[in-house]
């Protein structure tokens, strides 16, 4: 894996909201649960912050964290161009070929891995936006606003499984965030509450929120990309 290190301009206000709304939740949820707040925490203060701006409750806020933590260690511009995630890249855009013709894009630009605060393949990400964005660059992966509202977007679209359904947890939606179809597994879902709690703790969270339920999304990908914009 390799990870760049440029930080746009957009996202440096959501670092102090997100310190902000970190520091506030350092004396509930996380400090009185004894849980350690490593770095982790604030280096994925920007997701909770530019969560918070597109007016996402926050405990969204805290599973984008979550996500962001294990997939980029909070580094919006990260990439994952290995070779088991090109060819998922790949199979993505097989998949999606259709949808992206006539965008103009070099198929190149899709198949390169994943990439991001949360580890989206490009052709997966683009498809959470809606028709009238599906032709924004492959790159849009890398733009914190753009990733977010991916984000949003594939996280409706995991509770509409029935996986997610037998087990409406966040550890279960956070499980399938790369194996959608091993939701409600509990096997699986006891396995990955092992690493996942350790997560957890570095984002200041403990290891009961993962038991949690999470709240209804009710905005899609493309309707939290236009509050951001419009920001």
């Given at each position: ?149 991916m984000a949003v977007g594939f996280a409706r679209g995991l509770m509409r499984w029935d ?69």
């Amino acid at each position: 894996m390799s990870r760049r290190s440029k930080s746009p301009a957009v996202w440096g206000a959501a670092v102090v909201a997100g310190i902000v709304a970190f520091v506030s939740m350092s004396g509930t949820a996380g400090a009185s649960s004894g849980v350690a707040t490593g770095e982790g925490a604030y280096r994925v203060a920007a997701v909770r912050g530019l969560a918070a701006e597109a007016g996402l409750p926050a405990a969204w806020g805290d599973f984008f964290a979550l996500v962001a933590w294990r997939e980029s260690k909070g580094n919006p511009q990260a990439v994952n161009d290995s070779v088991s995630e090109a060819a998922a890249a790949a199979k993505a855009f097989d998949r999606n070929r259709e949808r992206y013709e006539g965008c103009g894009h070099p198929e190149d630009a899709y198949t390169f891995g994943s990439g991001g605060w949360f580890g989206m393949l490009p052709a997966n990400g683009l498809a959470q936006l809606g028709e009238e964005l599906y032709c924004l660059p492959p790159s849009s992966v890398l733009e914190p606003r753009v990733a977010l509202a991916m984000a949003v977007g594939f996280a409706r679209g995991l509770m509409r499984w029935d996986g997610f359904a037998k087990v409406p947890t966040w550890l279960n939606l956070r499980t399938m965030w790369g194996r959608p179809a091993k939701g409600g597994d509990l096997a699986v879902l006891a396995k990955a509450r092992v690493e996942l709690a350790k997560d957890a703790a570095e984002v200041g969270l403990p290891a009961s929120w993962l038991d949690g339920r999470p709240p209804p999304l009710p905005v899609t990908g493309a309707e939290v990309l236009d509050r951001l914009q419009a920001a």
